[in-house]
């Protein structure tokens, strides 16, 4: 059975440094990986994804991830983060046949001035 | 196009009472996934529909949860009999045929007293 484990549940971090979010999964089937972003009282909002081919994956608001099928991570990283990156960050893949997505139990970012 | 919708966003209860909630998808998504968020939790799956079929459900999703889809548009999730343990927020998501990105709507927070 597939699943997401993210390895930190806060993350604090000053603006303007860089940041890296922490995603390892485990499935035994090709894997589909999403990374979506929640502001509070929102639903989820998706920063990016991995399907197939380059394992460098660009998103949105200048987040990046790369998919490492040795080491069955897909970490999240943006070089410079702003006061607007505080949100909460959930890694998932892709689950049954249905499509129906697995998620982590999700890294609160802080972006402190 | 709006995006996903669901109506209402907050919902007070008292335990016992049921509920409705309603997700309006993205017009030309046939596949619809409802989604249960509990506090410090990533979402758990809770059931799918493709076009007006209830394909997988949950064992998340007890004899007291309902949910329809009648005519391949909008759906609705029913709680009968509710307790404490059903606050949550409910998430509702739909994507498209030929595509893996679930869009998500805003959520309904559900408060039992």
């Known amino acids: 059975a597939q699943s997401v484990t993210q390895l930190d549940s806060q993350v604090p971090v000053f603006e303007e440094a860089p940041v890296e979010l922490r995603c390892n999964y485990s499935s035994s089937v090709s894997v589909y990986l999403f990374w979506y972003v929640q502001y509070p009282n929102q639903g989820l909002q998706l920063l990016l994804k991995?399907?197939?081919?380059?394992?460098l994956v660009k998103g949105i608001n200048g987040f990046e991830a790369e998919f490492n099928k040795s080491q069955t991570s897909f970490h999240l990283r943006k070089p410079s983060v702003h006061i607007s990156d505080t949100a909460e960050y959930f890694c998932a893949v892709r689950g049954g046949s249905q499509g129906n997505l697995i998620f982590g139990k999700g890294t609160k970012l802080s972006v402190k001035p | 196009d709006t995006g996903v919708s669901q109506d209402p966003r907050h919902k007070i209860t008292k335990r016992g009472q049921n509920v409705t909630f309603r997700c309006d998808p993205i017009s030309e998504h046939n596949r619809l996934y409802w989604y249960r968020q509990t506090l410090g939790q990533g979402p758990e799956f809770l059931t799918y529909f493709q076009n007006e079929a209830q394909l997988e459900k949950s064992r998340l999703l007890s004899d007291r949860f309902s949910a329809e889809r009648p005519k391949g548009s909008f759906s609705t999730l029913e709680i009968q009999r509710t307790e404490q343990g059903d606050s949550a927020m409910y998430l509702c998501?739909?994507?498209?045929?030929?595509?893996?990105?679930?869009?998500f709507g805003p959520g309904t927070r559900l408060l039992v007293l």
């Open positions: 991995y399907l197939s081919g380059s394992t």
């Open positions: 998501a739909s994507r498209g045929t030929f595509e893996e990105t679930q869009y």
